[in-house]
Structure formats: C-alpha cells, structure tokens
C-alpha cells in the first residue's frame, strides 16, 4: 500500500517544543487548523475541522519528544483506517520530524493532494517554531478550486 | 514500489505556461535551480545542480501543455533509474500539475526529504506562475542541516 512520507527539519527548536506542538489543543490550532478539539490523551480522538469536513483521530500511541501515532476513525472515506506518525530525533541544530500517513488503498489523484497538502501544513508547523507564526487553515496555500 | 505522489494547482495560469515552465532552461532555473543546464528535446538531457551534487536528466516524453517525463541518469544512487511526470490538466480557473517521482526502491528517510523537497519546489513553481517570483536553490527552504 502507497504511503506519503514527509521530513521537515526545525532550526533552533527543540524536541519537547515539537513534540508540544504535536500534542496541545493550542499548538495544533496553530499550524493545522484553527478548528481542533477534543482529547489529547492515548485513546482521545481529536476533531480537525476544515469549514464543513474534516478528520477524527485516536491517539494510539504519545512517546514523549519521540513519537506520536494517530488513526483515523472518520473523515473522508480514503482516510478512514489510516495512520499518521511524527517521529522525533535531533540532527546538531536541527529539530527532525518523520512523518507518515500510511494505509493509503490506492495512490488516487486526492493521494497526490493530501501529500502536497500535508508538506504545506508541516511548513506552517516549522515556521510556527521557528518564527512564532503559522498558517493554519484557513490562512494556508490553497491548491485546487475546490479548497 | 513507493512512489512520491505531488498534486498543486496554479491560479490564473494556463497550460501553455506551465508546460513552458517544465520545459523551458530559463524557467526551469526560476523555480528549481538556478544552476540549470543541458538539452530540453527528448533524448535530450537536462543537468541540475546544487552546489556540489545534482541529478541528470534524461527526456523521455513531451507532449505540449499535457505531459512531461524524465528519467534520471546521474544523481544520488537512490534517484538512478527513477521517473518523474508531470501531467497537467485545467479544473475551472487553476491549471494542475499532477506530479509523480516513481521507482524508488525503498522508502528510506531520503526519500522522506525528497517528498517534502519536491514540494518546496513545486511551490515555488506556483509563485513564479502566479506572482512572476519563485524561490530556486539556492534560496529555497531548507529542511536539514546538510542542506
């Protein structure tokens, strides 16, 4: 089954800072989507809302400044069963994130979407870390007619 | 095999000009590199360089405001041998690069940085298209300490 993988690196942040931002209600808003809720904790489901769609996910598994794991319980139907890790590690300077959705059926066009997609908002968490600001929806990079 | 799957849109363009920026040296340097040689016919091939290291670039197919397909003739191992397509299409006012980097043997962590990097780039492609300004190597984001 295809995956999108993504690495994004951090400059002068910190394990804990990432991983914060992975994991608090108020960081998450921050560079994803400024519509989140719900439970932060192992066997929680956050709500990412995108005006009127958007992603439920269990938290399976928080691995503090290592790793988080989420799965998708409802959203689009492609999503549906999927899962999303950021793994952590530090390179000198740099604060490394590993990311993966993976589970994906097919490697459909909204494949191709979400992966671009993806990279934009994991820009928006590094510029959040490293300048303070992000660009959550609904501020990110819009890359179709229908976003 | 994994592959890295891309999708953006660009507003207010059309397929002419993003089949020119894909095919074009003088383009091709504006979002890119700016270190951008080499033959743009099929059975051409383009040299792209980043400082030290860069990829070579094998035209296989050109089909004009539709499809471009390179394959990889020198470069990092991993990219040897590797294809990437670019197929365009027009959703109502934005013209769509759907974009695929194919035949990587294993999804290993520079195949991560690659996804993302692609997307750097491929957003910067969007910016020169639809603000006359991208952002190539040597003035792209940087994602790791080694770049």
Redesign the interface.
């Known amino acids: 089954m ?8 951090i400059k002068s942040s910190s394990l804990n800072d990432v991983y914060s931002a992975l994991t608090e209600i108020d960081n998450l808003s921050a560079w994803w989507t400024t519509d989140t809720k719900g439970g932060t904790k192992v066997g929680g489901a956050l709500q990412f809302r995108f005006g009127a769609g958007g992603f439920d996910m269990k938290v399976l598994e928080l691995h503090p400044a290592t790793r988080v794991l989420w799965q998708v319980v409802d959203g689009p139907e492609e999503w549906i069963g999927t899962t999303i890790s950021f793994d952590l590690k530090q ?4 604060t ?1 994130i ?3 959705h993976a589970g994906w059926k097919q ?1 459909v ?1 909204f ?3 979400c ?2 997609k993806w ?2 908002f ?2 928006s968490l ?1 510029s959040l870390l490293e300048t303070g600001k992000g660009a959550p929806y609904p501020n990110e ?5 229908w976003e």
């Not at 990079?141 to 007619?145: A, M, P, V």
Request: charged share 25%.
């Open positions: 295809p995956d999108i993988l993504h690495k994004v690196g390179n000198d300077d740099w490394i590993i990311f993966k490697p066009e494949m191709h979407h992966s671009t990279a934009v994991l820009l590094k990079i819009k890359l179709d007619s």
